[in-house]
């Protein structure tokens, strides 16, 4: 018999990088996640928790992410990537790369039913901007959207 833990009420990446000022600007300032209260000492010892909307995991195997980049027309990399939902894919990868991300990928329309463009941020972490075109109700009624355990194998 398995016990469950109870769920997480917050998911919480840590981006550790030497270029903390570029990173809080591309995060907290150009991607305008509100900055929440965080303990840190003095000197070099800063943090920043940001406040990035509901999270999810996504679980992929390593044939789902290559999918993924081919889609994209991102080259495969293995560099961490978080996945942003803005409303505005086109725009945010535009704004992103003015303030210095490198543009990996320019939008483009998925078979996912979303608009996805990549860019590496400061840190060195890829980050996806998708722009959803259809609900998730919509998207339950196309070929190949089901949970896992509906999935064939």
Do not use: K
């Not at 998911?11 to 995060?27: G, N, V």
């Not at 078979?111 to 890829?126: C, D, E, K, L, M």
């Amino acid at each position: 018999m398995t016990t469950n833990l109870p769920s997480p009420t917050q998911l919480r990446l840590i981006i550790e990088t030497e270029d903390f000022d570029s990173a809080l600007r591309f995060y907290r300032d150009l991607l305008g996640m509100p900055e929440q209260i965080a303990f840190a000492t003095q000197g070099d010892d800063r943090v920043a928790i940001l406040h990035a909307g509901i999270a999810t995991i996504e679980l992929a195997t390593p044939t789902h992410a290559q999918r993924i980049d081919e889609v994209e027309g991102a080259p495969r990399s293995g560099a961490p990537r978080i996945a942003l939902e803005v409303e505005d894919a086109e725009l945010a990868s535009d704004l992103a790369v003015q303030e210095g991300a490198e543009l990996i990928a320019p939008p483009v329309r998925t078979p996912f039913q979303t608009i996805n463009a990549r860019v590496r941020a400061p840190a060195g972490w890829q980050v996806t901007f998708f722009q959803e075109l259809q609900t998730l109700e919509a998207r339950a009624a196309l070929e190949g959207f089901s949970t896992d355990d509906a999935r064939a194998r």
